[in-house]
C-alpha cells in the first residue's frame, strides 16, 4: 500500500480518467477490423517471436483483437463492462484502476516471452517459434475483460446482477465459477504448460494487486469478529438502518445500488459507502 501510495504521488498526474471507455474504445475498433479486413486481424496478435524479428507493433496491437466473437449481446456485455469498470474507477482512484489494467497488460506482454524463452529453451528454437505462433492469439484483451470482473467481483461481492437477463445472482458466485472454469481448463486432460502460463500470466495482476493493497481484509478472522458483533448491535436496535456511511451519513435506504463496507484501518466499527471507502481518513483511538 505504502509503494502505490508513494507511485501515485509521482505519477498519478499521468493517469488515464476514464480508461474503461478507451478499453471498450479498442474492442469496438478490433471489430470493424475484423469486418472490414479479415485475417489481418492476425498481424496483431501477440507473438514474441514476431516481436523480436522487426514486427514490434504486436506488443500494442494485441490490445485491438476483441475478446469475442461479435454478436448483437456484445453491445450488452460491452456497456456491462464499462460500467463495472467505471464503478471500479470510482471506488479505487484513477491511478490505482490505472495500475491494476496496465499490470495485467504487462504480466500478459511477459507471460508471453517467457513461454516462447523458455519453449526455445527446453525443446529448441523450432519448437520455440511454433509455441509463440500457437499461443499468440490466446494472449488476449479477453483476459483483461476477466481481471475488470473479477476486481468488481472481490470489491462488491454481493452486488447482484440479472444472470440471462433473468436470474438475481450475486457476484461473488459468478466469480467463483469464472475461476473454477479457469482451473478446469488448466488441469483437464489435453491441456499442456502453455495454456497454464497464459492463464497464469494474464491474470496475474489480479492477486498482486489484492495483495499489495491489502482488499482481502474482508475475510480476516478480526473482520469477521468485527461484523459479528456489529449484526448483533444492529439485532438489538430494531427500526434504525443497518448500514450507514461515517462521512456522508448515507444509509441503504438512499439508494438500492449503494454498498456499505467496513474499513480494516479504522478503529473502531466505522463503515464506508462505496465513494468513501478508499477516501476517508482513517480513524484512530485516543
Not at 78 to 103: A, K, P, V
Not at 113 to 142: C, D, K, R
Not at 226 to 235: G, I, L, P, T, V
Amino acid at each position: 500500500m505504502n509503494f502505490l501510495n508513494k507511485l501515485e504521488r509521482k505519477l498519478g498526474k499521468y493517469a488515464i480518467s476514464n480508461l474503461t471507455l478507451y478499453i471498450i474504445g479498442t474492442y469496438i475498433l478490433g471489430y470493424l477490423l475484423q469486418f472490414s479486413a479479415g485475417n489481418l486481424i492476425e498481424f496483431f496478435y501477440l507473438d514474441p517471436y514476431l516481436v523480436l524479428h522487426g514486427q514490434v507493433w504486436r506488443l500494442v496491437t494485441w490490445l485491438l483483437v476483441p475478446p469475442w466473437q461479435f454478436s448483437i449481446l456484445i453491445l450488452i456485455t460491452l456497456w456491462f463492462y464499462y460500467s463495472i469498470g467505471n464503478t471500479l474507477e470510482r471506488s479505487w482512484g484513477t491511478f490505482r484502476y490505472n495500475f491494476y489494467i496496465f499490470g495485467g497488460i504487462l504480466t500478459t506482454i511477459l507471460g508471453a516471452f517467457v513461454l516462447y524463452g523458455v519453449s526455445s529453451l527446453i525443446y529448441g528454437p523450432q519448437m520455440g517459434e511454433l509455441y509463440s505462433h500457437l499461443y499468440a492469439g490466446a494472449f488476449s484483451t479477453y483476459y483483461i475483460s476477466m481481471s475488470i470482473f473479477l476486481g468488481f467481483a472481490l470489491t462488491y461481492p454481493d452486488m447482484q446482477v440479472l444472470l440471462m437477463f433473468l436470474i438475481p445472482i450475486k457476484m461473488k458466485y459468478l466469480a467463483i465459477l469464472d475461476v473454477a472454469l479457469l482451473g478446469y481448463s488448466m488441469i483437464q486432460p489435453g491441456s499442456d504448460w502453455g495454456i497454464r502460463v497464459v492463464i497464469i500470466s494474464s491474470l496475474l495482476n489480479v492477486v498482486v494487486f489484492f495483495l499489495c493493497t491489502r482488499r482481502y481484509h474482508s475475510i480476516s478472522p478480526k473482520e469477521v469478529r468485527r461484523k459479528q458483533a456489529y449484526r448483533r448491535q444492529m439485532r438489538q436496535a430494531p427500526g434504525v438502518t443497518k448500514h450507514k456511511c461515517a462521512v456522508c451519513g448515507r444509509t441503504e435506504q438512499d439508494g438500492d445500488n449503494l454498498e456499505f463496507r467496513f474499513c480494516s484501518k479504522c478503529e473502531g466499527n466505522y463503515e464506508y459507502c462505496q465513494d468513501h471507502l478508499f477516501t476517508h481518513t482513517h480513524k484512530k483511538g485516543n
